[in-house]
């Protein structure tokens, strides 16, 4: 358990946050794919991320780290097998927290000719896997909840060929999309998946990066569908991970909170299926600039964040719903703290994906912002926040859900008293020096 207390001063500073854990485990996943030798540069090295090397070292691939760092951050070195050069793995593939490394890897692997057994920690073993089996058994894959319950363990049948489908995605998700075309990667004939809103679309740019045939059909198929054309191999490349907007979120919040505060975060994706967290806050009056904007393969910048009295632009309620939560979906526990601050009521709706994160989040942001003196109530897909009431210390249960741990973290920089957070080292998986970062940043 971590003691916290408020910030004493001004926040002033600059930071460097690690590289984004979605593009991280794809540079991992389709450099293993790819003919020939991909070097990774800003590599996030949380455990999520080491969960998805430690697989693929499993299944014969040669990845090797940088004794000699880059600019201090470690580059990673991968050896291609091409598309059918994965070797079965000898013990189930464990993939700790990462629901990412499980639902995409799935996608590849039913498509191998050898049988797997995949699994994680207790969360994992919660996480609804049917979204990917149901596509992935339409394909012609066998993929089986070893409990069915839907949930991992799963087991992965081998040798069997795979055809491309059109799927229409109930949820906007990347991880089922991105596990879809990567099975599209082996079927014969093309991948269709649609979505009600557009997800992140890291998949789509970086299989085009890395030479595949994969785009959006909006004529065809409507302006949230990723079309793939099988057949075409992948080529090693140079990648450079930006910093991840998920993780500059708790910076940003804190210079918004903490009066007089002027932070600059450098190098952060800026991706628009990635940046809703941004533009919320920028229509509550948050005094946000992007600078040194450019596009290395992501569109990444530098954000200069000043102290902002947040409120509805209206002077009214401020709404957050619809296409905007897949933009921002792991901000809005960071986004329901500034909200719990800001001088309007915000209803947050249409976020019932945050029922089967790595905690059930709703539960987790409501009763610890109520620990901590917030009116703030939960709905069946969001929740009501009536802002304005100041917060105080409070025991925090993070659930083991790095994202909470390090929301409240920021919260209790304008906490009265002392606030403790239970299970910190679960920002491990995103963010392992945060609490470095944030201690810093605050008695710098």
Same mark, same amino acid.
């Given at each position: 358990?971590?003691?916290?207390?408020?910030?004493?001063?001004?926040?002033?500073?600059?930071?460097?946050?690690?590289?984004?854990?979605?593009?991280?485990?794809?540079? +991992?996943?389709? &450099?293993?794919?790819?003919?020939?030798?991909?070097?990774?540069?800003?590599?996030?090295?949380?455990?999520?991320?080491?969960?998805?090397?430690?697989? #693929?070292?499993?299944?014969?691939?040669?990845?090797?780290?940088?004794?000699?760092?880059?600019?201090?951050?470690?580059?990673?070195?991968?050896?291609?097998?091409?598309?059918?050069?994965?070797? @079965?793995?000898?013990?189930?593939?464990?993939?700790?927290?990462?629901?990412?490394?499980?639902?995409?890897?799935?996608?590849?692997?039913?498509?191998?000719?050898?049988?797997?057994?995949?699994?994680?920690?207790?969360? +994992?073993?919660?996480?609804?896997?049917?979204?990917?089996?149901?596509?992935?058994?339409?394909?012609?894959?066998?993929?089986?909840?070893?409990?069915?319950?839907?949930?991992?363990?799963?087991?992965?049948?081998?040798?069997?060929?795979?055809?491309?489908?059109?799927?229409?995605?109930?949820?906007?998700?990347?991880?089922?999309?991105?596990?879809?075309?990567?099975?599209?990667?082996?079927?014969?004939?093309?991948?269709?998946?649609?979505?009600?809103?557009?997800?992140?679309?890291?998949? @789509?740019?970086?299989?085009?990066?890395?030479?595949?045939?994969?785009?959006?059909?909006?004529?065809?198929?409507?302006?949230?569908?990723?079309?793939?054309?099988?057949?075409?191999?992948?080529?090693?490349?140079?990648?450079?991970?930006?910093?991840?907007?998920?993780?500059?979120?708790?910076?940003?919040?804190?210079?918004?909170?903490?009066?007089?505060?002027?932070?600059?975060?450098?190098?952060?994706?800026?991706?628009?299926?990635?940046?809703?967290?941004?533009?919320?806050?920028?229509?509550?009056?948050?005094?946000?600039?992007?600078?040194?904007?450019?596009?290395?393969?992501?569109?990444?910048?530098?954000?200069?964040?000043?102290?902002?009295?947040?409120?509805?632009?209206?002077?009214?309620?401020?709404?957050?719903?619809?296409?905007?939560?897949?933009?921002?979906?792991? @901000?809005?526990?960071?986004?329901?703290?500034?909200? &719990?601050?800001?001088?309007?009521?915000?209803?947050?709706?249409?976020?019932?994906?945050?029922?089967?994160?790595?905690?059930?989040?709703?539960?987790?942001?409501?009763?610890?912002?109520?620990?901590?003196?917030?009116?703030?109530?939960?709905?069946?897909?969001?929740? +009501?926040?009536?802002?304005?009431?100041?917060?105080?210390?409070?025991?925090?249960?993070?659930?083991?859900?790095?994202?909470?741990?390090?929301?409240? &973290?920021?919260?209790?920089?304008?906490?009265?008293?002392?606030?403790?957070?239970?299970?910190?080292?679960?920002?491990?998986?995103?963010?392992?020096?945060?609490?470095?970062? #944030?201690?810093?940043?605050?008695?710098?």
């Amino acid at each position: 358990m971590i003691k916290l207390t408020s910030a004493p001063k001004p926040l002033k500073g600059e930071v460097y946050v690690p590289g984004d854990k979605s593009i991280s485990h794809r540079s +991992i996943m389709f &450099a293993a794919l790819a003919e020939g030798t991909s070097q990774i540069t800003g590599f996030l090295e949380g455990a999520d991320c080491l969960s998805t090397i430690d697989c #693929f070292r499993k299944m014969g691939v040669l990845i090797e780290r940088s004794d000699r760092p880059l600019n201090g951050v470690p580059t990673i070195t991968v050896h291609g097998q091409g598309l059918h050069g994965l070797k @079965e793995p000898t013990t189930t593939l464990y993939t700790g927290n990462s629901g990412t490394t499980t639902r995409l890897m799935s996608g590849i692997l039913a498509a191998q000719k050898f049988d797997t057994d995949i699994t994680g920690d207790e969360s +994992i073993e919660k996480r609804p896997m049917g979204r990917i089996i149901r596509p992935l058994s339409d394909m012609g894959a066998s993929v089986t909840s070893v409990k069915d319950n839907g949930c991992c363990p799963l087991h992965i049948e081998g040798g069997h060929n795979l055809r491309g489908i059109v799927y229409h995605n109930q949820v906007a998700s990347a991880q089922v999309k991105s596990c879809i075309l990567l099975a599209g990667l082996y079927a014969q004939g093309d991948t269709v998946v649609h979505e009600p809103a557009l997800s992140r679309n890291h998949t @789509e740019i970086m299989l085009r990066y890395f030479g595949v045939d994969v785009h959006n059909d909006a004529t065809r198929y409507g302006p949230s569908a990723a079309v793939l054309h099988p057949g075409m191999p992948l080529y090693g490349r140079k990648i450079n991970v930006p910093g991840d907007i998920s993780s500059a979120a708790y910076f940003i919040a804190a210079a918004l909170l903490v009066p007089g505060s002027e932070v600059l975060i450098h190098n952060v994706g800026i991706n628009g299926t990635r940046a809703g967290f941004l533009a919320a806050l920028k229509q509550m009056g948050a005094d946000i600039t992007l600078l040194n904007e450019n596009n290395d393969m992501e569109p990444r910048a530098d954000i200069l964040v000043r102290y902002s009295e947040l409120k509805s632009p209206n002077n009214d309620t401020f709404e957050l719903g619809g296409k905007m939560i897949p933009t921002m979906i792991d @901000e809005i526990p960071m986004f329901a703290v500034l909200a &719990a601050v800001a001088n309007c009521k915000t209803i947050i709706k249409d976020a019932a994906e945050l029922k089967v994160k790595e905690s059930n989040r709703i539960d987790a942001i409501v009763d610890n912002l109520k620990a901590m003196g917030a009116d703030i109530t939960a709905t069946e897909d969001g929740m +009501i926040i009536n802002g304005g009431k100041p917060l105080h210390g409070a025991v925090i249960d993070s659930h083991k859900d790095h994202r909470i741990a390090m929301s409240f &973290a920021i919260a209790s920089l304008v906490a009265n008293g002392e606030t403790k957070i239970k299970d910190e080292k679960c920002v491990d998986i995103s963010y392992p020096t945060f609490f470095r970062d #944030f201690n810093n940043l605050k008695n710098n």
